[in-house]
């Protein structure tokens, strides 16, 4: 019996079956290919165990801390040439720092990086050396140096190692330790041993630290009782007075006030009789950069040849802005005191006058240490102010003058307002160091 079937299977079409057999070829060799992608441009990277120890930052252990490296953008780098403190501001220029180049990076912005909370901090860098980047400002962390130049970030790079520290001062019981390091040898590769980092990258650590009793906050000098030029100067006589007797009492008198609100003072005399050159070994500039205060007042008797002048004035370095000189006048000129108009109506407020470039005081100018270019006026300053030409830890000095000795009527006058004029210094210092006195 024959049957006819009703369904035949649907013959193949050579064409078509060939076709499917290259596209599953094609789509084999795409997973391949996206599997050898992965493998080399996504997979983590097999580090292998960490055989090294590295320098931490943050609370962090080593791979932590390479990790933070390993994931930050890496920019162009520039190099600088010099860094160094002036009072509680830090200057980083381009060029080798002399007195008679101008600093390349005036007018740029600095960039600091916190890697321990990712926050910025960004400052001018100006010709005034007691306004770039203003430390005290700082919290506690681990910061990155960049320069923003046409909008785009770069790392700043050392010549040289750099390791040297400044400690801010004491305000409500605490200090900040502020750390200049760039060392490529800092920081370790945990997997090889080598250094992480190729060149002398720019780094800030600031940290909280105990108030060192040894390092000074600020620092008085007694004018007189020196013989810088061979006779023992004792500045303005009479029978009644001896400015070096005088300036010496009130500087102490000041100490002690403001060593109420916990700042630590240092006097280049230590007594009223000590004889100190300004100076030399053991001088009144060695003495404060030894101390490593962050500010200086000298406290003079100034003169006029016009005897009917009168008032209290401040000198201070050319290389700064006058604002020191403000703030420390400002509360004479609230209890009205007399304050030195001089010619241009500047309120008692001056920088100190120029020679070869160079601030003319010498106390301004060599406790400046390498910021005011410190043992380069003279020969004998060079010869006699060597340890101060490099140093880093510049001294932010101000000189006071208490009135004019110059004025007939000074004596009076000064032992009249004396209570008021050692109230008004103390607060006016107290400005400066920006912490609030008690009324």
Not at 235 to 261: C, P
Not at 333 to 356: E, F
Not at 358 to 385: C, M, P, V, W, Y
């Amino acid at each position: 019996m024959y049957f006819k079937p009703e369904y035949l299977p649907p013959q193949k079409d050579p064409k078509k079956h060939k076709r499917n057999r290259v596209l599953l070829v094609v789509f084999l060799l795409l997973i391949v290919a996206f599997i050898a992608i992965y493998y080399a441009f996504f997979k983590p990277e097999d580090k292998g165990p960490v055989l090294f120890d590295t320098y931490t930052i943050c609370n962090l252990n080593g791979p932590q801390t390479q990790d933070l490296f390993d994931k930050r953008e890496i920019l162009e780098t520039e190099i600088f040439s010099d860094a160094f403190f002036y009072g509680e501001s830090l200057t980083i220029t381009k060029e080798p720092y002399v007195s008679t180049e101008k600093n390349s990076y005036i007018g740029d912005t600095f960039q600091l990086t916190n890697l321990c909370s990712n926050e910025i901090h960004s400052f001018l860098m100006t010709s005034n050396l007691d306004t770039n980047i203003e430390l005290s400002k700082l919290p506690v962390g681990f910061y990155t140096v960049d320069i923003q130049e046409n909008l785009k970030g770069k790392s700043l790079i050392s010549k040289q190692e750099l390791d040297f520290e400044l400690t801010t001062v004491t305000r409500n019981d605490k200090r900040i330790k502020i750390e200049v390091i760039a060392n490529k040898d800092l920081f370790t590769n945990i997997y090889t041993g080598d250094p992480y980092f190729k060149q002398h990258h720019l780094f800030l650590q600031v940290s909280e630290t105990d108030v060192n009793k040894l390092i000074a906050d600020i620092y008085l000098d007694p004018a007189y009782n020196h013989h810088d030029f061979r006779t023992i100067n004792k500045g303005y006589v009479s029978d009644t007075f001896v400015g070096s007797d005088e300036t010496y009492k009130f500087a102490n008198d000041v100490k002690q006030k403001l060593e109420e609100y916990g700042i630590v003072v240092g006097m280049t005399r230590k007594d009223d009789l000590e004889i100190v050159n300004t100076y030399g070994i053991d001088g009144r500039v060695e003495r404060a950069l030894k101390s490593k205060a962050k500010y200086m007042i000298e406290f003079n008797f100034g003169t006029e040849y016009n005897k009917t002048l009168q008032g209290v004035r401040a000198f201070g370095s050319t290389l700064a802005t006058t604002n020191f000189q403000q703030l420390l006048l400002q509360p004479f000129i609230d209890a009205q005191l007399p304050v030195y108009i001089g010619t241009r109506n500047q309120m008692g407020v001056y920088r100190n006058s120029k020679t070869n470039g160079l601030d003319t005081i010498n106390l301004i100018r060599e406790s400046g240490g390498k910021a005011l270019f410190a043992g380069q006026f003279s020969e004998r300053s060079h010869e006699e102010n060597s340890y101060a030409i490099n140093n880093p830890n510049s001294v932010h000095t101000v000189r006071l003058d208490l009135l004019l000795s110059s004025n007939e009527n000074f004596e009076k006058l000064y032992k009249k307002n004396y209570e008021q004029l050692v109230d008004a210094t103390t607060k006016g210092i107290m400005n400066q160091l920006e912490i609030e006195v008690n009324q």
